[in-house]
């Protein structure tokens, strides 16, 4: 219904008028905020406006009675009356919820990017450091041969050393070195003047840092012959060849010269007496080239390097006569037995238990049956080892051959020699190794044996 529609009243203002008051009204109660309830509304409007009812008893009826025509009329005026407030209310109410919820969207997404960003920047620094860190353990420049003077001063840390190899433009990274030796279990770095190339390997550096340097400095060499520890003649020949215009044949020629053999025998007699009257020897001086650095100059010649190499050896060896006198071995035995031990384990204290598995099957009078012994006859390297390279026609072949063979198969480390001289008392006769983690499992029996053969051996064959 629409207002022009209510009638005029001729006694006061007119119903129109009246209505049009309390719309005015209510609009100016929403305009400042004062909310009100329909009922205070519609008290209110009775209290300024009443409205004309018929009179009725109590008595005569206890029902409320229907309302008017014109008071729905009224009704329904005051509920479009106080539309438009509610209607503000609820578009207001309806905005700020909008927002609410575009803010909280807007978080959501500002926290995924962030958490996204930083993913992709711990992935990138995680690949930034591998890449640093494996171009660490690479040698500097393979290329540049040329020689530097180091000074590693007495007392210097890991860390310390790493950070002079690195100013030094030894190494690339004086962090990683320090990770390399710990992990690698490079150890008694001693102080003194060193001679060092950026081509030389972490490795390499270590061993020499082990071996020591000199008191005073030195001229340069034109290179560094370094010996892994475990080397045979045959490797070294390559290292020559690989570090000095002397090619493998012209090395292996000096090894094998008989007078320059007979020449050492004369300065070393000690050291080599067993060696001089071994039989179905490949190399007499297998064994006794001590693994370590050594210098090398233009005017250098093979005999040299090879005399630095038996001159250490006779140091080492002189310095255990006690233990050796002991043992009731000859320098041969025990080198031999040493150099096995070398390659069939890393770790000292597997190292001297397998030095007493071979003492306890000589004992027995076992074969040692080292798959060392093998690759050196077959002269070639194997990961696993058939039936039939067991039974190669060889001398040094010690699964068919009772002792200790006709000499070393390689030129083992000191740490090798002491496992000898000083094994771990046990009573195995078997044991073999996990080459994935490098454990060493022992064994009494043979049954045991193929039990841990089968378990960690046939197992990572399939």
């Given amino acids: 219904m629409d207002i022009d529609?209510?009638?005029?009243?001729?006694?006061?203002?007119?119903?129109?008028e009246r209505v049009l008051q309390s719309i005015k009204e209510a609009n100016e109660g929403a305009e400042e905020g004062k909310l009100r309830d329909e009922s205070s509304q519609e008290e209110s409007f009775a209290e300024t406006r009443p409205l004309p009812r018929e009179s009725f008893s109590f008595q005569e009826s206890h029902e409320q009675p229907e309302p008017t025509a014109f008071e729905e009329e009224v009704e329904e005026l005051n509920r479009v009356a106080q539309t438009p407030e509610i209607n503000a209310r609820q578009r207001e109410s309806r905005r700020r919820r909008d927002e609410r919820q575009k803010e909280s969207s807007m978080v959501k997404k500002i926290v995924i990017i962030v958490v996204i960003s930083l993913l992709l920047m711990l992935v990138a620094l995680g690949f930034s450091f591998y890449r640093y860190f494996q171009a660490g353990l690479k040698p500097l420049d393979v290329k540049n041969e040329k020689m530097v003077q180091v000074e590693i001063p007495i007392g210097s840390s890991n860390k310390d050393i790493g950070g002079i190899l690195e100013k030094s433009n030894v190494i690339k990274s004086g962090l990683v070195f320090t990770y390399y030796v710990k992990t690698n279990n490079l150890t008694d770095f001693k102080g003194g003047f060193y001679q060092m190339a950026p081509n030389m390997t972490l490795d390499e550096i270590g061993q020499l840092l082990?071996?020591?340097?000199?008191?005073?400095?030195?001229?340069?060499a034109d290179?560094?012959?370094?010996?892994?520890?475990?080397?045979?003649?045959?490797?070294?020949?390559?290292?020559?060849a690989k570090k000095t215009k002397v090619t493998k044949e012209e090395f292996l020629n000096v090894v094998k010269d008989e007078s320059f053999f007979n020449g050492l025998v004369e300065k070393y007699p000690d050291l080599l007496a067993s060696v001089k009257d071994a039989k179905d020897v490949r190399y007499r001086l297998e064994g006794y080239l001590f693994p370590a650095t050594y210098n090398y100059y233009k005017e250098t010649k093979v005999e040299d390097i090879l005399t630095q190499m038996v001159d250490k050896t006779n140091t080492i060896m002189d310095s255990k006569k006690e233990l050796i006198a002991n043992s009731g071995l000859t320098n041969q035995q025990i080198l031999t037995l040493a150099s096995l031990v070398e390659k069939e384990g890393v770790e000292e204290s597997?190292?001297?238990?397998?030095?007493?598995?071979?003492?306890?099957?000589?004992a027995q009078?076992?074969?040692?049956?080292?798959?060392?012994?093998?690759?050196?006859a077959m002269e070639e390297h194997k990961v696993h080892l058939s039936n039939k390279d067991t039974q190669v026609d060889?001398?040094?072949?010690?699964?068919?051959?009772?002792?200790?063979?006709?000499?070393?198969?390689?030129?083992?480390?000191?740490?090798?020699?002491?496992?000898?001289?000083?094994?771990?008392?046990?009573?195995y006769l078997y044991f073999l190794a996990d080459i994935t983690t490098g454990k060493v499992y022992f064994a009494n029996t043979y049954e045991e044996h193929l039990?841990?053969?089968?378990?960690?051996?046939?197992?990572?064959?399939?």
């Avoid at 009078?365 to 050196?376: A, E, F, T, V």
């Avoid at 200790?404 to 480390?413: A, L, M, Q, V």
């Fill in 365 to 376: 009078d076992m074969p040692l049956q080292s798959d060392i012994s093998i690759l050196y």
């Fill in 223 to 240: 290179a560094q012959i370094t010996v892994p520890e475990g080397y045979s003649i045959d490797q070294i020949g390559d290292i020559f």
């Fill in 394 to 427: 060889s001398p040094y072949n010690l699964y068919i051959n009772k002792g200790f063979g006709p000499g070393p198969f390689n030129n083992p480390s000191e740490q090798a020699i002491d496992a000898v001289l000083s094994p771990e008392v046990n009573d």
């Fill in 210 to 220: 082990k071996q020591g340097g000199t008191a005073e400095p030195v001229a340069l």
């Fill in 350 to 362: 597997d190292r001297r238990n397998i030095a007493q598995v071979f003492f306890n099957r000589i």
């Fill in 5 to 16: 529609d209510i009638p005029r009243s001729s006694d006061g203002p007119s119903i129109r």
């Fill in 451 to 462: 039990k841990l053969k089968e378990e960690y051996i046939d197992n990572l064959e399939q």
